[in-house]
């Protein structure tokens, strides 16, 4: 049983080493057509205006914007909230929910100009 094993074993060997050189053929090709599509993206990406754009840069400016709408909208809320607290304490429907609506709304405006760097921080003095 043990000699009829070990038969061809150089062929097995020729076939081996063959099929090496070809993995490490095809292994070769593939990095060198790899590594020209990252230099074209990297090109592609580092140009000025690109659409791709760096994600970073497009986070922070998300960022932004949802502060600046949230700002916005919290100063309306709170003028609405207030007016209907005025119109529920003093009867006065709807006249403390109109004015307040449009004062939180004024306050908004302000707060975003503010945080934008439009308008100058009066805080200080």
Not at 89 to 114: E, K
Request: positive net charge.
């Amino acid at each position: 049983m043990a000699q009829g094993t070990d038969n061809g074993g150089s062929g097995s060997h020729d076939k081996s080493s063959s099929d090496e050189a070809a993995l490490s053929a095809r292994l070769g090709t593939l990095d060198h057509r790899l590594s020209e599509i990252r230099d074209s993206r990297k090109t592609r990406t580092d140009q000025p205006g690109s659409e791709s754009g760096n994600g970073a840069a497009r986070a922070s400016a998300m960022a932004r914007g949802f502060r600046l709408s949230s700002e916005l909208v919290a100063g309306v809320v709170v003028g609405a909230v207030i007016g209907w607290g005025f119109d529920r304490l003093l009867s006065t429907s709807p006249f403390g929910l109109i004015v307040f609506f449009l004062l939180g709304f004024a306050a908004g405006v302000i707060n975003v100009m503010r945080s934008a760097g439009v308008a100058p921080d009066r805080t200080g003095r």
